[in-house]
């Protein structure tokens, strides 16, 4: 019978993970209830409007698949939420390897990993999903010792890898965490030969991406293609319009921010937490380094600084996560300071707001909470 302790520590971890989980779905789903979000919903929808085009490869397999009208926004929810199921998984098996301890906790329910999609549900169910469901097979290809499951798991991730990097070619920049998962400790079989189509996969993406990148033209084909598969022009408004904008037009409103996103600075010192308390980081700090070099560029593309951040903790954690428990074990973590580092902070997906907005940047599950508690109170009054 389990422990006390254990009990305690399992409660704490499902509740976390529970309470980001029901925020994020119901959050979004009253998102697509209203007809969907024009990043949120509208980036996925991103097709080939009689052409090929960057990013367009999942939004031209779903509208060619679904039928016209708002069923499509609810069968693209669906496999939004799905595609998280296997993280949750994952993470949910490495809590159990690890006995529930406060050190997994930490890494497993931190505000920057998957409870991010809960303490700001806008930040969450966008295409870098695709990556990290790559990588956790990457992680399942490496546990597993039966040959078939190893090799069904390596071509899947092969196979949503691409998906990946053809829907949106940032994803390409979480190539480093693919190589550690091939190449570092004991190497998957033919690793080289994987890293090499894994790399040359993403080269090829961002190349067309480069290529194909869109003219000014282009939202206003995109957008019709939304009004003729039966949806609404609203949706035309995010993701499709920044569709016919150049590099400048990203890396002026980065500049015109920069004030506003020094506050993340903060935010990237606690997600990182769990990872410099640990000895993997000591071990693996070159694959950790390459890993955020990676990532960087899209602190000078985007404005999604939060997203970002989000992206190169929960790449790293899935790494960390096949490594053994004395590398990822740490007495910082007791119980007091894992609660508390749950529980208080959460990280804005962006910030192109002053900083004395109500709300920035105070997220997380205390605030996710307190907010269902006024809700619950107005509602009665």
Same mark, same amino acid.
């Given at each position: 019978?389990?422990?006390?302790?254990?009990?305690?520590?399992?409660?704490?971890?499902?509740?976390?993970?529970?309470?980001?989980? /029901?925020?994020?779905?119901?959050?979004?789903?009253?998102?697509?209830?209203?007809?969907?979000?024009?990043?949120?919903?509208?980036? &996925?929808?991103?097709?080939?409007?009689?052409? $090929?085009?960057?990013?367009?490869?999942?939004?031209?397999?779903?509208?060619?698949?679904?039928?016209?009208?708002?069923?499509?926004?609810?069968?693209?929810?669906?496999?939004?939420?799905?595609?998280?199921?296997?993280?949750?998984?994952?993470?949910? =098996?490495?809590? +159990?390897?690890?006995? /529930?301890?406060?050190?997994?906790?930490?890494?497993?329910?931190?505000?920057?990993?998957?409870?991010?999609?809960?303490?700001?549900?806008?930040?969450?169910?966008?295409?870098?999903?695709?990556?990290?469901?790559?990588?956790?097979?990457?992680?399942?290809?490496?546990?597993?010792?039966?040959?078939?499951?190893?090799?069904?798991?390596?071509?899947?991730?092969? *196979?949503?890898?691409?998906?990946?990097?053809?829907?949106?070619?940032?994803?390409?920049?979480?190539?480093?965490?693919?190589?550690?998962?091939?190449?570092?400790?004991?190497?998957?079989?033919? *690793?080289?030969? $994987?890293?090499?189509? $894994?790399?040359?996969?993403?080269?090829?993406?961002? *190349?067309?991406?480069?290529?194909?990148?869109?003219?000014?033209?282009?939202?206003?084909?995109?957008?019709?293609?939304?009004?003729?598969?039966?949806?609404?022009?609203?949706?035309?408004?995010?993701?499709?319009?920044?569709?016919?904008?150049?590099?400048?037009?990203?890396?002026?409103?980065?500049?015109?921010?920069?004030?506003?996103?020094?506050?993340?600075?903060?935010?990237?010192?606690?997600?990182?937490?769990?990872?410099?308390?640990?000895? &993997?980081?000591?071990?693996?700090?070159?694959?950790?380094?390459?890993?955020?070099?990676?990532?960087?560029?899209?602190?000078?593309?985007?404005?999604?600084?939060?997203?970002?951040?989000?992206?190169?903790?929960?790449?790293?954690?899935?790494?960390?996560?096949?490594?053994?428990? +004395?590398?990822? +074990?740490?007495?910082? &973590?007791?119980?007091?300071?894992?609660?508390?580092?749950?529980?208080? /902070?959460?990280?804005?997906?962006?910030?192109?707001?002053?900083?004395?907005?109500?709300? =920035?940047? $105070?997220?997380?599950?205390?605030?996710?909470?307190?907010? /269902?508690?006024?809700?619950?109170?107005?509602?009665?009054?």
């Amino acid at each position: 019978m389990p422990s006390r302790a254990l009990l305690v520590r399992r409660l704490t971890a499902l509740v976390v993970l529970g309470a980001a989980l /029901w925020s994020g779905v119901g959050g979004y789903a009253i998102t697509v209830q209203r007809g969907g979000g024009d990043h949120q919903t509208a980036d &996925w929808l991103i097709s080939y409007p009689g052409e $090929f085009l960057r990013r367009g490869l999942f939004g031209e397999l779903l509208l060619r698949s679904t039928p016209p009208g708002t069923a499509t926004l609810w069968i693209l929810f669906a496999i939004q939420v799905a595609l998280y199921l296997p993280i949750l998984l994952y993470v949910l =098996w490495f809590l +159990e390897r690890r006995s /529930w301890s406060w050190s997994a906790i930490a890494l497993a329910c931190s505000p920057a990993g998957l409870a991010f999609i809960g303490w700001d549900v806008v930040g969450g169910f966008r295409k870098e999903v695709l990556g990290f469901v790559a990588l956790v097979l990457l992680a399942a290809a490496r546990h597993s010792g039966n040959g078939l499951v190893k090799a069904a798991a390596l071509v899947g991730s092969v *196979g949503v890898w691409t998906l990946a990097v053809f829907s949106w070619e940032s994803i390409a920049f979480m190539l480093p965490a693919v190589l550690f998962l091939l190449l570092a400790g004991t190497p998957l079989p033919l *690793g080289r030969v $994987f890293a090499g189509v $894994f790399s040359g996969i993403a080269a090829v993406a961002v *190349g067309l991406s480069v290529v194909f990148h869109g003219s000014a033209e282009t939202p206003a084909r995109l957008c019709q293609s939304l009004i003729d598969h039966g949806l609404s022009p609203d949706l035309c408004t995010g993701a499709i319009a920044w569709m016919g904008r150049d590099l400048n037009d990203s890396l002026q409103l980065v500049q015109q921010n920069l004030a506003v996103h020094s506050g993340y600075l903060a935010m990237a010192a606690l997600a990182a937490l769990p990872i410099v308390t640990t000895g &993997w980081l000591r071990r693996y700090w070159p694959w950790a380094l390459a890993m955020l070099v990676g990532i960087a560029p899209l602190f000078v593309l985007g404005i999604d600084y939060g997203r970002w951040i989000h992206i190169l903790f929960l790449e790293i954690a899935i790494c960390m996560m096949v490594a053994s428990a +004395e590398l990822l +074990e740490s007495r910082h &973590w007791t119980g007091l300071s894992t609660l508390l580092y749950v529980v208080l /902070w959460g990280i804005p997906h962006a910030a192109p707001t002053a900083a004395n907005v109500a709300g =920035w940047p $105070f997220k997380g599950l205390l605030a996710t909470v307190i907010g /269902w508690v006024q809700t619950g109170l107005l509602g009665l009054g």
